[in-house]
Structures are given as structure tokens and as C-alpha cells.
């Protein structure tokens, strides 16, 4: 994990194996903490491109749970979502919708609907639905994501330092500057442009908010609709 944090991913890979290797040796294979090492490891092959062997991995972490937990279960979960990001970037948007809508229906009850989580499985089922063209469901899941990251930011904006309101930009600024002005453009029903209206007001608030030098973001991001 601390290669991938600090981007060294091909040492996170090759870390990534021998830590598999270890718990194979102390658990063996069925074993709960030896599917958490295998989503693991499909994060580092994504980070390298190896979308087919992040497939396998993760693939493999979920045998392994639906073998060991009835149920809901957090690596269940954390498996569909990768899978549905790993299909996405392979561009089988289809099965990125199909994983996706599996792992929200799970992290919406491990959590609850305004979890970061879930609302971060959300933004994806955004993008899968315009990929797909099901643009009733993205107009729903674009408005549930609008309104689960404005409860966020009034729940926990006050008591975050200046540093965390930055990093909070930082996380979902291509929410507001490219991916939903994208999708209101190429879809401009009534309720999108609406929830895109919302967005960037909320938007403005944030970054006056986070003390952020308001002039240049605007002017380095190129939207002119801040």
C-alpha cells in the first residue's frame, strides 16, 4: 500500500505479489484476509494497466467471499466496484453497469445513501448510464450523487481544516468542472441542467470555502460556467 500511495506501482506490484504468497502460506486461499490481499493487488494492476489479471484478481476475492459470508459483506462490495471500473477502462461499459449497480446496492447498506462510498459508486453509475445510453437512470443517479455530496459538505465542511477542504476539492472537482457539465451537454433534459445548476453553485461555495485562490482555479480549469 505504501508503494501505490506514494506512486511507485511497479513496486506495489511486485510487493503485492509476495504479500499474496505469505498469506497463501498462513491462511491459504479460501481465507477472508487472502481475498482483501487479492483486491489489493487488482488495484496495482490497474494502476499499471493489467486490466485482464485486475479482472482475474478480483474475480477471485469475490469467489472467495460469497464462499466465506452470507450476505452483504464489504469485500463483496469493494470487489464489484473494482470489476466494474476494470471493465470500464477495458470499455464494456455493460458489465461496468451491471458490477456497479451490485456494489451500490451493497455499500448503500454497509454504510448509508450519504456515505462517500456509496456516493463514489454513484458517480460511477452515472458515467456507465451515459455510456450505455440509459439516460433516465443518470438523470436519477446524477441527481442522488448532487445531492449526497452537498449533505457532505454541510455536515462536515465546518469542522474540516483548510487542508481537507482542499483535498475535498481536489477529489471531486472533475464532478463538477468536466463530468456533469459533459453530460448536460450531450443530454440536456430539464432535471440534469437543473442538477448541474446546483452543482456549481455548490461548486463556488466549496472553493470560497476552502480559502483556494478562486480567480486561478477558475481560469485553470476553463469552464466558464464558474
Known amino acids: 500500500a505504501y508503494y501505490c500511495n506514494v506512486g511507485e506501482y511497479e513496486l ?3 510487493t503485492g505479489k509476495q504479500s499474496l504468497l505469505i498469506k497463501e502460506n498462513v491462511y491459504g486461499k479460501s481465507h477472508p484476509s487472502y481475498a482483501v490481499s487479492l483486491n489489493n493487488q487488482a488495484r496495482y494492476c490497474e494502476y499499471l494497466g493489467k ?6 484478481y478480483s ?13 452483504i459483506n464489504h469485500t463483496k462490495a469493494r470487489s464489484l466496484s473494482h470489476l466494474a471500473g476494470f471493465y470500464a477502462h477495458k470499455g464494456d461499459y ?7 449497480l451490485q456494489s451500490s446496492s451493497m455499500f448503500c447498506k ?12 454513484l458517480r460511477d453509475l452515472v458515467r456507465y448510464s451515459f455510456k450505455t445510453t440509459r439516460y433516465s437512470d443518470m438523470e436519477i443517479y446524477a441527481q442522488e450523487t448532487e445531492n449526497n455530496i452537498s ?9 474540516l481544516t483548510t487542508q481537507e477542504r482542499a483535498q475535498f476539492w481536489n477529489y ?6 468536466q463530468e456533469l457539465p459533459l453530460f448536460a ?3 440536456a433534459s430539464e432535471s440534469l441542467v437543473s442538477t448541474l445548476y446546483d452543482a456549481t453553485l455548490l461548486s463556488k461555495g466549496i472553493l470560497l470555502s476552502s480559502e483556494i485562490e478562486f480567480a486561478r482555479l477558475i481560469k485553470e480549469s476553463g469552464n466558464a460556467m464558474l
Open 151 to 159: 449533505d457532505i459538505v454541510f455536515r462536515t465542511f465546518a469542522y
Open 59 to 71: 474475480k477471485e476475492a469475490l469467489f472467495i467471499a460469497n464462499q466465506s459470508f452470507d450476505g
Open 94 to 100: 455493460e458489465k461496468a453497469f451491471e458490477y456497479a
Open 185 to 187: 451537454y450531450y443530454y
Open 172 to 177: 471531486y472537482n472533475q464532478w463538477f468542472q
Open 12 to 14: 506495489a506490484y511486485k
Open 110 to 121: 454497509i454504510y448509508d445513501k450519504t456515505h462517500a462510498a456509496y456516493t463514489g459508486v
Open 51 to 56: 486490466y485482464d489479471e485486475a479482472i482475474a
